[in-house]
């Protein structure tokens, strides 16, 4: 099993950027696919991006590719999401989680952990 803790996320203004790390604790990390995802206010959790257990494989979401970009180095047990050219709409609790598989469909394995606030000012 792995526990994930995500952090880096704050306000930011439009057009900035944001580097977001989901840091588990698990020897297995390196077994797992892992996913991002996000809850706007009001909004179900959705899926941003995913990575395979090598991160040769990444997928992204329509409303992200182009703009964040998802790695992870399994020596530091660690999967970042880089976000460029943010705008209101990406305003979210992020998330990150252990997935069935790096692209869709795909579904999520492990519990949620607290997630990171990314708040995009216009």
């Known amino acids: 099993q792995v526990q994930q803790v995500e952090s880096g996320g704050g306000l930011v203004q439009a057009g900035g950027s944001l580097r977001l790390s989901c840091a588990a604790v698990g020897r297995t990390f390196s077994t797992y696919n892992m996913g991002w995802y996000r809850q706007a206010p009001g909004k179900e959790r959705a899926f941003v991006a995913s990575?395979?257990?090598?991160?040769?494989?990444?997928y992204y979401a329509n409303s992200v590719k182009g703009r964040f970009t998802i790695s992870r180095d399994n020596a530091k047990n660690t999967v970042y999401l880089q976000m460029n050219s943010l705008t209101p709409e990406d305003t979210a609790i992020y998330y990150c989680n252990t997935v069935t598989q790096p692209t869709l469909p795909t579904q999520t394995l492990g519990s949620w952990g607290q997630g990171t606030q990314v708040t995009v000012s216009s």
């Open positions: 990575i395979s257990r090598t991160g040769s494989i990444t």
